[in-house]
Each structure stands twice: as structure tokens, then as C-alpha cells.
């Protein structure tokens, strides 16, 4: 089968990669309809973390293809979506929610699914199967439910975003943007957008931002207290992992506000004496999809939302590299692969 | 009157202060029957804060003896206990729970109650009456309800420590101890007190520690890893503020699980890759404990808890200095003075 494979920074192949097969009886074999390229496969794209010959990709939907003999809720045949950790759903952790951290958990990034075919351990209990086959219009919007869509999901749960809230969303990329639509449908009053991209500004719109902060920084977080009242937002969602966006989410926050972070975080090191100053309360990390994949993909299958809108640029999995290079360069938020 | 200066860091003195007097209508001037010595005035003690002739304390209990035209909770002749924060507990961060941030908050630490009399800013926002003049031996225990009570207790619930939680306690302090109780009075299955000291240890049990675990730093979170299967704490309790017990707190919980952190930040510099891994909550800061007063203070008056047990070295106001080398060499947990 054809696959992507980043040989170093900035070198993305697509090339013959050999065909999964059935390890463990729990496991699936999917073949791909879309896949698609995260903001996190930027970091080793721009060499911020390290890369040799790695299979790329971890978001996926598509066709079970086999499905080993212990496999029980997903068929052969079945249009399933799946989160970027495969976790068994049963385990105590999975059961509080936190399928990230499942004690058997498996991270698909480490088998990569920018491929035709994906093996996904423990199929029940990281596969989610749609009604039935999708309408082609709803393709994007499931894949989006398996990363972007689940993770700002998560950032706006973990940000307590609901009604009579303000929602501040740092990051205008599209988990940040995924987030704005999360705090919407979670009932918030109002949704403050921090972006400096005119596309990105209007796009947050669609999703649901009411309001939009052009600033970072200091000024940004000035610009949200002047809009709060001078108390800082109930609810702010970090979306990008850098120091700056970290410290501008913490200062955003009210005291006994809530910060959802789930930017990978990268060279961060948060002063004790701020977040013992700040009186937040701070929650994140890589997001539990699992938990949200069954609410998401009915909203999806009833239309309620419309994630899928975050792709603005489609090609075909051969061209992977491009679409790469669209997301480096900022020319695209997110890239879908059509295999 | 008398009151307690710290001229310089180890060099503490009982000296004549000049009397408060009402500035505000809402202020009261409070004569104290007990005040005591915080771990926190150890860090000024030790050097590790800047200080140059401060009067000391934000510990009070006492009777109201003047009371501002504006005051209309609390009468002259009242025995009160108040927070270490001022607040006036009407605007909307003191009604969201969070009195340690009220929008017009005085912090007790710069006037200093460390004295035979105080001046309370916001007197009805910050101070709660007795039900009468108490017992005696209730005094000790109302004392406690000023700020190690409190915070002990808004760590606890900072932690969500509740029934069917496992709690560990990081810090053997007046604070942890308080810690311990709050988390036995919010129901916990279990609780694990991290201490090194026998009568520490001893104290804690008759708190309600069910566990104890005498490691520190990695050793320490291994243990209670052990002691719960493998996953952490539910909740996590961080009562001393360096950079260790920190790490050692977010180490020892389970992912999803809450860590409430009240020691006050020293040096502390957290890595913002091992916040995203843990995939746990944080809240922390300075105690609203005014949230919490009126029902500690009934807790206390139908001695339902005992408090005041956490104090285990009592001196007239004018041994304060002895006081602080007593807490200083951690020959005593927590000294009350007596005026």
C-alpha cells in the first residue's frame, strides 16, 4: 500500500509501505477513506522534535476491512471513526473518561494512519461505526471528529465553556477553531476569538466567535479583561502549546476561571508564582476523544455541526508533501487526504 | 499596644505599636484573643521573601470592640474569626467562591495581627460571628478556621477529595494536617499523609490518615502509585510550595485526577511537557476561606472537628520570637500566641 513516511525535517515521501495484517485478536484492519495532517506533524516537520523515517498521521476514518476474533461492536463493513490513541474503553481510567491515558494504550501516530490501510489495536474499544455508510459531504466532518474536532472539544469541556460563560480561544489553527464551535454548542454566551488572520477571524465567526482580540500577548490579555468586565474570561482554550500561549491563556482567566490546554506543549516552563497568583484552575493535555466520539459523530450524522468545514484544502494522499508545505506556510489550517 | 515586627529576616520583636483606629465605615477594630504564626511567615523569616520592619500576622481571632457606621454583620461584642484576605464578598469574584480575589480585597498580612488589636477592612465581608462567646478550649480551634483550616480545607476540595477518593497529602505542615481532615470530613475512602516525622505521622492519623508514606520525590509518588494500583491518587493535596513537592504532587496523581496546591510557590518553575502528560487538573492559590467560614465555624461550635489539635505550642504574644525559632527548627508544627 502507498503511505506517507517523514525521512527527516521537511522531508515527506509518500512510498510503498507493506500492507497491515491482524496482530492481536482485538485488532481491525481499516482500509482509509480520508486521512488528514495535524498541527502536531508540524513539530517535526520544522525540526522541533526528533523525526527519522517515521509513518506519519493519526487521524483516520474509513472501511473495517478484518476485524480479528475478539472484536465484537465493529464489522466488517462498517464506516468507523477512531481517536488518535487506541485505548480498550474499559479500563479504570478509560471508564473515568480519560481513554488518552488507558493503561493499554496504543498512540496511532506510532503506526501511522496517512495510509491506504491502518491496523487499529483494540478495535471496540477506539472505533466508533456510523449508522451506516456516510453521505460523501460528511466525510470531513467525521475526520475531523477523530482529532481536531475531539480535542477542542475537550479543551472546551476542560475550559467548563457553557451557558452565561465568556469563552476566550487562544490559537486560531483548528483545534483552536474546533474549540470556538465546542464552546457554542456547549451553550456559551460569548466566544471570544484571539486571531490576527483575516480568514481565520472569518472562519471563527462561522463557527460561533462573537467577538474577536487581534492582540497577543499582554495586550491580547488586556484586550479580554477590557471585554470582561476588567475580571479576565470564565473560560479560555489553549490551543497552541508555545510559552507565550500558555502565559497569555493563564492571564486571560478570571480567578476560579477555567483554562483547557491541548496545544502540545513545547518548551513551556509555567512560574509557580503565576499560577499560585492566577487562582485558576488548569486542566489538559492529550485529548480523551474517545470519551466524546459517540455524542460527535451524531451531531455530525444529524447535521447539527459542520467541523468538516475547518479543511480548506484537499489533495490526494500521493501529494501529501504539499500539503505539508500548505500547512507550514500557513497557506491552508488543515489539509485533508483523500485516499 | 503590643505587636510583633520582623525587622529583618530572623529578627523578630514584640514592640509598642500605635492602636488601630477606624478609616473606612466598614472597617471594625477587633481586640484578639489568639493569634498565631504561619508557615508563610517562615519564608520572610528564612530570607527567602524581602522584609524590613513589617508587622507580622494574618491569623485573628477576637471581639469586636469598634465598629464603622457602614458595618451591619457584625455588632461590638461579637467574637469573630476572619480570613487572611479582606473581602467584601458581594462582587462577582467573591460571589463565584473566590474572596482571596475580591475586586477591593486587603490582604491581613500588612496590617499584621500578630497584636493586641487589628484593624479588619470590610468588616462584614470578611468576618464571621460566633453564635456567642465560645468555651475556652474552642478558641484554639476557631483560630485554626482563620487560614491553616481553611486552606487545608479549599485544597481538599480544590482536590475533589469526596467518597470513594484515595487522597494523598504532600506536606506534614499545619496546612497538610488540615489537609487531612478536610479530606476525612469530605468523605474519602482513603488518605495517604507523606511525612518523615513520628509525631507528625501520629498527628495526622489522629486527623484521619489511613496511609502513610515516609518517601519524598520520585520514591514518594512510586509508593503511592503502589498503594493504588498502579494508576495515582484521585486527588492530591500540595502543601508546601517548592518546586519538589510540586512535582512530587502532579507525579502522584492518576491522570484525570485533581491536585490542589496551597503552599505558597517558592522557585517553582513547572515543565509544561510533564503538565501535558499527567492529563490532570490544577487549581490552586490563596484560600478564599471565606467561602468556607460559616460552615467550618459550625463544624467547630458543635465540635464535630477539633482543629486547634494542629496547635502544639502556645506563648503569650510577648515570646513571639521564640515562636518563630520554635517553627523555624520545626520543634513545634504551629505556635498560637495568646494576647
Known sequence: ???????????????????P?????????VRLTATCICGSDLWPYRGAEPVDHQPMGHEYVGVVEQAGDGVR?????DFVVGSFWASDNTCEI???????????????GTIGTQAEKVRVPLADGTLVATPGQPDADLVPSLLAASDV???GWFAAVAAQAGPGRTVAVVGDGAVGLMGVLAARELGAERIIAMSRHAERQALARSFGATDIVTERGDAGVAHVRELTGGL?????IEAVGTQESMMQAIHAARPGGHVGFVGVAHGVSLPGEDLFGAGIHLHGGPAPVRRFLPDLVRRIWDREIEPGKVFDLTLPLEDAAEGYRAMDERRAVKVLLTV
Open 73 to 77: 461492536d465493529v464489522a466488517v463493513g
Open 232 to 236: 479576565g474570561a470564565h473560560s479560555v
Open 94 to 108: 478509560c471508564r473515568s473518561g480519560y481513554q488518552a491515558y488507558c493503561i493499554h494504550r496504543v498512540l496511532m
Open 1 to 19: 500500500m502507498r503511505g506517507v513516511v517523514m525521512y527527516a525535517p521537511g522531508d515527506v515521501r509518500v512510498e510503498d509501505r507493506e500492507d
Open 149 to 151: 474536532l475531539g480535542t
Open 21 to 29: 495484517t491482524l496482530v492481536e485478536p482485538t485488532d481491525a484492519i
